[in-house]
């Protein structure tokens, strides 16, 4: 069974552009959320999605925003991206949402903003 | 626990022996918690979980401690070897509703030959 797919790997992007990450869940899972890992904040929940709805938000402001789409396939945009912004971008599938329900990462997608 | 800064604990220990590495989360209303091992350049990935109704669950090679009293877990990791080396995360949910982690700030192991 084919794991979580992230892509692209890498990105390289200019400050003030917009850039799209996308995530291809475990199959059958409907729960996607998105996590964003830097070296001085550690790793941080930015929100999820199930069924095509966004559950959650984490703290982030309001150029980070998502979707998903009818097949579980998730996407996250970053408008007007800043320097800070460069991070790994980590998508995590679930079966279901909510509590007791193991979630697994895909390999991330490193943004660099220059 | 919440990611608090820039240091990253570390841990160093022989092959072979057992390692533990502990945590303390913030959130007296988190019923799930999750250890998960990260390798330079890959996405962390899930190595045993617990809920909050336990105090104790076994692996292959691992165990979790929970202790709520005093909000710690912990994570052992018995006859280490080379490819344990890694950065260790813990992670809690306390929202019954959503798939939401919270990390703390990871610990690095380092197994040395």
């Known amino acids: 069974k084919a794991g979580v797919t992230q892509t692209p790997r890498y990105l390289i992007k200019t400050r003030g552009q917009q850039v799209t990450l996308s995530c291809s869940p475990i199959?059958?899972?409907?729960?996607v959320s998105w996590y964003q890992q830097t070296p001085g904040q550690g790793l941080q929940f930015l929100f999820e999605?199930?069924?095509?709805?966004?559950?959650n938000k984490g703290n982030f402001p309001g150029r980070f925003s998502g979707r998903q789409f009818s097949n579980s396939r998730s996407e996250m945009n970053v408008s007007t991206l800043e320097l800070g912004d460069s991070a790994l971008y980590l998508c995590a599938s679930s079966l279901y949402t909510g509590l007791n329900t193991e979630a697994f990462f895909g390999q991330g997608t490193r943004l660099t903003v220059v | 626990g919440e990611s608090v800064g820039l240091h990253l604990p570390t841990l160093s220990v022989q092959e072979g022996d057992n390692s533990i590495i502990n945590c303390a989360y913030s959130n007296s209303a988190s019923d799930y918690f999750i250890w998960y091992k990260q390798e330079s350049g890959k996405g962390p990935q899930f190595i045993i979980d617990?809920?909050?109704?336990?105090d104790k669950r076994q692996g292959q090679r691992v165990t979790v401690l929970l202790n709520k009293t005093v909000k710690h877990l912990s994570l052992q990791i018995a006859a280490t070897q080379p490819g344990d080396s890694a950065v260790y995360f813990c992670?809690?949910?306390?929202?019954?509703?959503?798939?939401?982690?919270?990390f703390g700030q990871g610990t690095r192991l380092t197994i040395n030959p």
């Open positions: 999605y199930f069924s095509e709805t966004q559950r």
């Open positions: 199959s059958g899972h409907r729960s």
């Open positions: 617990i809920r909050s109704n336990m």
């Open positions: 992670a809690e949910n306390s929202d019954r509703g959503a798939q939401k982690l919270v």
